[in-house]
């Protein structure tokens, strides 16, 4: 697991470290545009070192570099050779005006003209043939179909293009309704705001409009190698959201049998006028979907339609159904729902996120799965820290096992005696290969390290704690209530019992804290009393009680809670000594020193070395 808690983006950039960069970008998305405080990026910095993969990982994951920009330019010019200098060309200035580098807006865009996206219409002009999918046509205008007459209704529709039309213009419409940009040549400009108007595009021909009417000529471009061209262009988030808009309608009709089992009309109608092809079969109840979504949003359902690997699929009419065992239909919505819109509902519960994620990762839908983790960051408390981990680690989601490792650092001696953190730390051995009792547990590591992040500042250096001297007192006080609470039940309680054991005492502070005790007046005047009269009244009886029997019950807890820390001869006699949670002097350790205890117990509990 990464543990970038204290590296920043541009550290991680600086030095090449692109497993952490990944971690932080996919965490905070916004890590990518962060300027520090020289007004550089993280692609500056990434550019001048001449790293060509953290260049390209930056710029696919969304970094801005566009031309004529303060942040591109600067970019272009620190680049430290070709490599990264073409990159920067090719995948950020020509990018950058195509599709603004979204994710979203790059999986909906690359599945025009596609052979092997599962077209159901082909348009075939004299030399060439166009491929597009007539639900995302429908979805985006309902009259597209007159374009095409009766083929239009037929499960796959074969269209020859007349010989007087304009391909140039039909090509860029129906680019346009796949990434929400027209780029039409001039000449086919006509051509194509006469198909606009054909199929009630009213928007898009007031834009174009505007566009060739507008004195700026910011969207009339003279580009060398296409020639003069029109292009009309929303913002990347407007452009997003009215993909987002559209296909939420497609999502609502697929899953309405998943709403209501019985409704067999709507989803027949549903299938008319948005072409299904696939249909997912939750027992009595089902939904409908498109194979070129789901196959590229999964590689579960990739790999399934794309061989003669079918099982639990059988075939309906023009629709393959497939059966679909253990999981709720609230569950397989939001699945369907990110796939067509890659939208999640950040207010969904933590059980059903969880549900999910689960559903997810048997899916192979990485992206759904992280989005997931991502959201389920906020929901990882005490509680639910240890529950939370098992299912990271059993799904490999290395973001939220961080997050919980963390949580549980924080947490260590609440969590501590958990049996689920006993079989964490079991299997967490388990998944070494091969491991020998000289090898770590990875969880305990990873503890370690976050405790460390904690309390490694402003806590006494190892060996000021290994030099520390209990106070008798205090000692006494913690022994008592140990014996009769075994835990403050109050947070009040709790600090009452905290404040006083926070001091660490060299022997001659104890000494003087000894001389300035409050005595009765009966006991000043004999100085040979034994160190329990030297205390208050009521801590006597205490310090009597623990000076007759501290070394018997250390002896006995000691013994129940580690044989093995014993020194055996030979062994060197410096070895430190493990002092158990239920020892009246765990109390007096540093916050730090009772979290490493406390997985040094664990440790032997379950029977582990490391």
């Known amino acids: 697991m990464h543990s970038p808690t204290t590296v920043n983006v541009f550290q991680a950039v600086r030095q090449g470290d692109i497993e952490t960069v990944r971690y932080l970008v996919e965490v905070q998305a916004e890590a990518l545009q962060q300027h520090d405080e020289w007004d550089a990026t993280p692609l500056y910095y990434a550019s001048y070192a001449g790293n060509k993969e953290l260049?390209?990982?930056?710029?696919?994951?969304?970094?801005?570099?566009?031309?004529?920009?303060?942040?591109?330019?600067?970019?272009?010019?620190?680049?430290?050779?070709?490599?990264?200098?073409?990159t920067l060309l090719d995948e950020g200035f020509k990018r950058a005006g195509a599709r603004g580098h979204d994710l979203f807006l790059d999986f909906v865009g690359k599945a025009f003209n596609v052979p092997e996206a599962y077209p159901d219409l082909n348009i075939s002009f004299e030399e060439e043939t166009v491929y597009?999918?007539?639900?995302?046509?429908?979805?985006?205008?309902?009259?597209?179909?007159?374009?095409?007459?009766?083929?239009?209704?037929?499960?796959?529709?074969?269209?020859?293009?007349?010989?007087?039309?304009?391909?140039?213009?039909?090509?860029?419409?129906?680019?346009?309704?796949?990434?929400?940009?027209?780029?039409?040549?001039?000449?086919?400009?006509?051509?194509?705001?006469?198909?606009?108007q054909q199929v009630q595009l009213t928007e898009l021909?007031?834009?174009?409009?505007?566009?060739?009417?507008?004195?700026?000529?910011?969207?009339?471009?003279?580009?060398?190698?296409?020639?003069?061209?029109?292009?009309?262009?929303?913002?990347?988030?407007?452009?997003?959201?009215?993909?987002?808009?559209?296909?939420?309608?497609?999502?609502?009709?697929?899953?309405?049998?998943?709403?209501?089992?019985?409704?067999?009309?709507?989803?027949?109608?549903?299938?008319q006028d948005l072409f299904f092809d696939l249909r997912l079969v939750l027992g009595s109840r089902s939904c409908l979907c498109h194979r070129s979504f789901m196959s590229r949003r999964s590689d579960y359902f990739s790999t399934m339609l794309g061989s003669n690997f079918q099982e639990g699929s059988t075939a309906s009419g023009d629709i393959l159904e497939i059966q679909v065992a253990d999981v709720p239909p609230e569950v397989l919505y939001a699945a369907l729902r990110w796939v067509y819109t890659d939208r999640v509902d950040a207010d969904m519960p933590a059980e059903q996120l969880l549900q999910v994620m689960q559903y997810a990762d048997?899916?192979?839908?990485?992206?759904?799965?992280?989005?997931?983790?991502?959201?389920?960051?906020?929901?990882?408390?005490?509680?639910?820290?240890?529950?939370?981990?098992?299912?990271a680690l059993a799904m490999d989601s290395d973001r939220l096992a961080d997050t919980c490792v963390r949580c549980i650092a924080q947490h260590l001696l609440l969590l501590a005696r958990d049996p689920l953190f006993n079989q964490l730390v079991r299997d967490s051995a388990e998944?070494?290969?091969?491991?020998?009792?000289?090898?770590?547990?990875?969880?305990?590591?990873?503890?370690?390290?976050?405790?460390?992040?904690?309390?490694?500042?402003?806590?006494?250096?190892?060996?000021?704690?290994?030099?520390?001297?209990?106070?008798?007192?205090?000692?006494?006080?913690?022994?008592?209530?140990?014996?009769?609470?075994?835990?403050?039940?109050?947070?009040?309680?709790?600090?009452?019992?905290?404040?006083p054991l926070l001091q660490r005492l060299q022997p001659e502070q104890q000494q003087q804290i000894h001389a300035d005790v409050q005595q009765p007046a009966d006991l000043q005047s004999n100085p040979d009393k034994s160190a329990a009269q030297h205390l208050l009244p009521q801590q006597q009886v205490r310090a009597e009680h623990l000076e007759a029997n501290q070394h018997a019950v250390s002896a006995e807890q000691m013994q129940g809670c580690r044989q093995g820390n014993h020194h055996e001869q030979g062994e060197d006699d410096d070895e430190e000594e493990l002092i158990c949670m239920d020892d009246p002097r765990f109390a007096l350790l540093s916050e730090r020193k009772k979290k490493l205890m406390a997985l040094e117990e664990i440790l032997l509990n379950t029977g582990i070395e490391g």
């Open 55 to 86: 260049v390209k990982y930056l710029l696919s994951a969304g970094a801005k570099c566009e031309e004529k920009t303060f942040d591109g330019e600067r970019c272009l010019y620190a680049a430290l050779n070709d490599d990264v200098r073409h």
């Open 362 to 391: 048997r899916a192979l839908m990485e992206g759904l799965k992280g989005r997931c983790a991502m959201l389920l960051h906020p929901h990882v408390t005490q509680d639910s820290a240890l529950l939370l981990l098992q299912q």
């Open 205 to 271: 021909v007031e834009e174009a409009n505007l566009a060739l009417n507008s004195e700026a000529g910011n969207t009339l471009q003279h580009l060398p190698f296409r020639g003069s061209s029109l292009v009309v262009e929303p913002p990347r988030e407007v452009a997003k959201q009215q993909l987002q808009d559209c296909l939420e309608n497609v999502v609502i009709a697929a899953c309405h049998g998943l709403v209501d089992s019985s409704a067999s009309q709507a989803s027949a109608n549903a299938h």
């Open 431 to 499: 998944s070494v290969q091969n491991r020998e009792d000289v090898d770590s547990v990875p969880i305990i590591d990873d503890i370690r390290y976050h405790v460390t992040l904690l309390h490694g500042d402003g806590e006494l250096s190892d060996d000021d704690e290994d030099t520390e001297v209990l106070d008798p007192a205090q000692l006494a006080m913690v022994y008592a209530d140990q014996q009769t609470h075994q835990q403050p039940q109050t947070q009040a309680a709790q600090m009452q019992l905290q404040l």
């Open 132 to 196: 597009a999918h007539k639900f995302l046509l429908a979805a985006r205008a309902p009259a597209i179909g007159s374009l095409f007459g009766d083929g239009w209704k037929q499960q796959q529709t074969h269209h020859k293009a007349a010989s007087s039309s304009n391909p140039l213009a039909l090509q860029a419409l129906l680019r346009w309704f796949y990434t929400c940009r027209l780029d039409v040549a001039f000449d086919a400009v006509s051509a194509c705001l006469h198909l606009c």
